[in-house]
């Protein structure tokens, strides 16, 4: 499975879950995440279908790509607070695409799935995109992989937020998004931590978040 074929079964499983019952009913309450409601989470998962499809429509960057380990270190919504402006903007932008409601955004969603599956078989393999919102240029794949880490984190933050189990998803979803999860942790503690974290209980750092 390719890292574009994984992106879009972790779509389609967002997809699905956006069309829970359950997401509909607990819309206006409060979610696992500080300050957010569910509406509002739900329209962030939303929007890592979004972002896909407004880059695959944008055409090449002429711009060199950066690594994705400079992406995450650029990204200012990284360790950031919830009460700092770019997790408030965050918040605005999801309450924002799901403003028409649980229904609409999930419709709306799965349209856009359906039209990057007819689309990323027209992309050449080596297509590097634009991100208008960061700055810099990421290669498609690559922002692939960012997309696939938000869809896997946001899945269970949504599916713990209205009470039911979070879609599951194949290695070959799975495996990049460990991969970069400790890529990043590793440089923001060091191997020494992360090491310890997954084999000496005993010794083991309180924390190696990665994001």
Not at 24 to 34: G, H, K, N, V
Not at 68 to 75: A, K, T, V
Not at 116 to 123: Q, V, Y
Not at 185 to 204: D, I, P
């Amino acid at each position: 499975m390719t890292i574009r074929e994984a992106y879009l079964r972790a779509a389609r499983s967002a997809a699905e879950l956006l069309a829970d019952p359950a997401v509909a009913a607990a819309w206006d309450e409060p979610s696992a995440l500080a300050e957010f409601r569910v509406s509002g989470l739900a329209g962030h998962l939303g929007r890592q279908v979004n972002r896909v499809v407004e880059l695959a429509a944008a055409g090449p960057s002429a711009e060199a790509p950066i690594t994705l380990l400079d992406h995450f270190e650029r990204s200012t919504w990284v360790g950031a607070q919830p009460d700092d402006p770019v997790s408030v903007g965050v918040r605005e932008s999801g309450e924002k695409d799901a403003a028409g409601g649980p229904a609409a955004l999930a419709e709306f969603i799965a349209g856009q799935v359906a039209a990057l599956d007819a689309t990323f078989p027209t992309l050449p393999a080596d297509l590097v995109v634009a991100l208008p919102w960061a700055g810099w240029s990421l290669t498609f794949d690559d922002f692939l992989v960012t997309r696939l880490l938000e869809i896997a984190v946001h899945n269970d933050d949504l599916a713990v937020s209205v009470g039911i189990d979070a879609p599951a998803q194949p290695d070959e979803v799975l495996e990049p998004v460990f991969a970069l999860l400790t890529k990043l942790a590793v440089k923001q503690h060091g191997a020494t931590a992360v090491l310890r974290a997954l084999s000496r209980a005993e010794r083991a750092p309180a924390t190696i978040a990665a994001i």
